[in-house]
């Protein structure tokens, strides 16, 4: 079965920092490209960052570029987000989804970041 | 304000079916077949629908259907029921720098 499970959300400060984590089982999480999307708290989706299997190739929305790093460990079966400089408007749940940028197949219950001071 | 416009709302009667339509721009639904639709109900994940425009991944119902002309992507629920009652979100790849663009989303009430 495949699972995905987030960590590391709080609270946090604006212009303070974060790094979220994604445990992945039950599938070859290293032939996986993966993803971040979050959801503001009663609003929609939005896809914040992409990297693919080999961690070659990463985009980021432009709501974070610049701030946000996304990485892997493939030995770990791990996925990252470093967030840096939060402000309010990053509060949201943030959710790993294992797939191609344009769709993700599997969703983790994500993890809630709250910027508040 | 989302770069996919969809409905806010739409409504529909057991058994009836429903179409729900997300419009873009020559820069994403118009240029690309990576269209995705996803299905959250309230406090739940999201959950894949529909990929690649018309799609289903294993274990969705065919009840769902997607398709897609011109600007605009449509996500049809065929024979409706009480269980299908969520919020429904598309997405595009789009030529812009951020990639990847959702709708606002569209609250489907079964009667």
């Known amino acids: 079965e495949v699972q995905l499970v987030e960590s590391g959300g709080g609270l946090v400060q604006p212009g303070g920092s974060l790094r979220l984590s994604c445990a992945a089982s039950?599938?070859?999480?290293?032939?996986?490209?993966m993803n971040w999307v979050r959801q503001s708290p009663g609003k929609g989706l939005e896809w914040i960052s992409f990297?693919?299997?080999?961690?070659?190739?990463?985009y980021y929305a432009d709501s974070v570029k610049g701030r946000f790093t996304i990485s892997r460990d493939n030995t770990k079966n791990s996925l990252y987000l470093q967030m840096n400089n939060l402000g309010a408007e990053d509060t949201a749940i943030y959710y790993c989804?294992?797939?191609?940028?344009?769709?993700?197949?599997?969703w983790g219950q994500g993890t809630l970041v709250t910027v508040s001071s | 304000q989302s770069a996919l416009t969809q409905p806010a709302s739409v409504s529909g009667s057991p058994g009836q079916s429903i179409t729900i339509s997300c419009t873009g721009t020559?820069?994403?639904?118009?240029?690309?077949?990576?269209v995705a639709w996803y299905q959250q109900h309230p406090g739940k994940v999201p959950k894949l629908m529909i990929f690649?425009?018309?799609n289903r991944p294993s274990g969705v119902s065919t009840r769902f259907s997607g398709s897609k002309s011109g600007y605009t992507a449509s996500l049809t629920i065929s024979g409706l029921q009480a269980e299908d009652e969520a919020d429904y979100y598309c997405?595009?790849?789009?030529?812009?720098?951020?990639?990847?663009?959702f709708g606002g989303g569209t609250k489907l009430t079964v009667l």
């Open positions: 020559s820069r994403d639904i118009g240029a690309y077949n990576y």
């Open positions: 690649d425009v018309s």
């Open positions: 997405s595009s790849y789009t030529s812009t720098s951020t990639l990847v663009v």
């Open positions: 990297i693919d299997k080999n961690a070659d190739k990463k």
């Open positions: 039950g599938f070859i999480f290293s032939g996986s490209d």
């Open positions: 989804g294992r797939g191609p940028a344009g769709w993700q197949d599997h």
